[in-house]
């Protein structure tokens, strides 16, 4: 039974919370074609369709963590072995990655901070497209993302990035929802005169 099924939209999306304690199965079929195009429906200025999903899993996994410690090693050459083995078994085990591919395009009148924007509101929904329907994931990335031929292997020469990476699966425990703080030190009410404050950013002077 699918989260949405089971509760309100807004309720499953409030119980929503990141977690990369994931084993199999992860979705596939119509499912996973449900899931990606929810991350198509994110605001997009000047309809440039920036998203660039790929899906790697099976016997993939294994291939592909090895491109991962490669590009650890290039780009993080002080990082120590603990962390490039963890890379590696985070992407041989995880049973599904989704790379978050940005097809930028510099010379458009769109800023690329926009259109990097956009790449990120279809993680979100991909994120929460994945808790409603019953699976779980999180979002990780890192310098290893910058590394040119990781990118070539996905598709993205440049100027295209990477946004990072989605481990997917189904949570080995219940999802927990994560504590979030009360909304009233991030929101504020301009009075038409004076600027605004926020509770947080006091707290954290």
């Known amino acids: 039974m699918t989260q949405a099924s089971s509760t309100s939209p807004l309720a499953a999306l409030l119980g929503r919370s990141s977690t990369g304690d994931l084993v199999a199965p992860a979705p596939q079929g119509d499912v996973l074609a449900r899931i990606l195009s929810a991350g198509l429906r994110a605001p997009d200025h000047g309809h440039l369709c920036p998203w660039r999903y790929v899906v790697i899993t099976g016997e993939a996994r294994p291939a592909f963590a090895e491109h991962v410690v490669a590009a650890v090693a290039r780009q993080e050459p002080d990082a120590p072995e603990k962390k490039r083995e963890k890379r590696r078994r985070r992407f041989s085990e995880t049973p599904m990655i989704i790379a978050l591919g940005m097809h930028l395009r510099p010379e458009h009148k769109v800023p690329v901070m926009e259109q990097e924007m956009a790449v990120a509101a279809g993680a979100m929904n991909v994120l929460n497209a994945l808790h409603m329907e019953g699976f779980g994931g999180v979002w990780i990335s890192g310098g290893f993302c910058e590394d040119r031929s990781l990118l070539s292997q996905l598709g993205l020469d440049a100027p295209h990035r990477l946004a990072g990476f989605l481990l997917v699966g189904t949570p080995e425990k219940p999802e927990r929802t994560s504590n979030r703080p009360e909304i009233d ?11 605004v404050t926020f509770g947080a950013d006091d707290r954290r002077r």
């Open 185 to 195: 030190e991030y929101v504020a009410v301009w009075d038409g005169w004076s600027p």
